[in-house]
């Protein structure tokens, strides 16, 4: 039988649809994993074959394979564990594939070995994708919850184990949407204390955010070190503030 479930790829800064497609048919036992996928990918046949006995449903004993497409797009991470899980039990029966938020929703996860699930990156950019494709929403770890709701016009849900994933999916469990005030964590971000002038070192970095703020350019830094001696710090006059957020990414704002 044949299952597909939707899910997301980073490229960039910009999430691309995956479509995984599971086939369970008769022959050997074996599970492979085709798509061009890295090594944290292959070794999701095992988080998922872990985590789907753990969570009280039948791994297929036969033969699996699992395409993740398009093809010719490099899939690294783990993010798709979810939605490989989700379609190994479709199509083995245990979750209806006709079932009404089964193909509405874009899903993207980590599965750890008890079914509970983990943050990935990318949710913002993977709920993008879902807002461009027309989907009704996304299903996301809760740690990566606030990230994708950011995102306007989509429902996010955040299910903690695969057991909740597959009831929501199914139609039997109800999960609160998830949704974030954009305003108030915009307000926050600008309310930064401490001054860029703390920063030592970092040359490059502080004269890009200096002519950034000359010029009223929107800026985003992506480096450790910006973590490290950067994050929570601003650059300002007392009526401009540039905010540097925590994880490496800045914006500026007047």
């Known amino acids: 039988m044949l299952a597909k479930t939707l899910s997301a790829a980073l490229e960039g800064l910009d999430a691309l649809p995956v479509e995984v497609e599971v086939d369970i048919s008769g022959g050997l036992p074996a599970a492979t994993v085709v798509g061009l996928p890295d090594a944290a990918v292959k070794e999701s046949r095992e988080r998922v074959k872990a985590a789907i006995a753990n969570s009280s ?60 699930l983990r943050a990935v990156r990318g949710a913002l950019p993977a ?43 199914a139609g039997k469990l109800e999960l609160e949407r998830r949704q974030v005030d954009l305003d108030r964590i915009m307000g926050q971000a600008l309310l930064a204390e401490g001054d860029l002038a703390d920063v030592k070192g970092q040359a490059a970095a502080k004269r890009a955010l200096t002519i950034a703020a000359a010029g009223g350019h929107n800026l ?35």
Request: charged share 20%.
């Open 127 to 169: 709920a993008l994708c879902a807002q461009a494709r027309g989907l009704k929403g996304i299903v996301v770890p809760p740690d990566c919850a606030a990230e994708a709701a950011v995102v306007a016009d989509i429902e996010v849900y955040a299910p903690r184990t695969l057991a909740e994933a597959v009831g929501f999916l």
């Open 57 to 116: 449903y039948r791994f297929p004993n036969r033969r699996i394979t699992i395409n993740l497409a398009p093809a010719d797009l490099r899939k690294e991470g783990a993010a798709y564990d979810l939605a490989m899980a989700i379609g190994l039990l479709a199509a083995a029966g245990e979750l209806d594939a006709e079932a009404h938020r089964f193909r509405s929703f874009l899903l993207l996860g980590e599965l750890a070995l008890d079914g509970k």
């Open 220 to 254: 985003l830094m992506l480096c450790r070190e910006c973590q490290a001696a950067g994050g929570g710090l601003r650059l300002g006059d007392g009526t401009h503030h540039h905010r540097i957020l925590n994880g490496g990414g800045a914006c500026c704002s007047n």
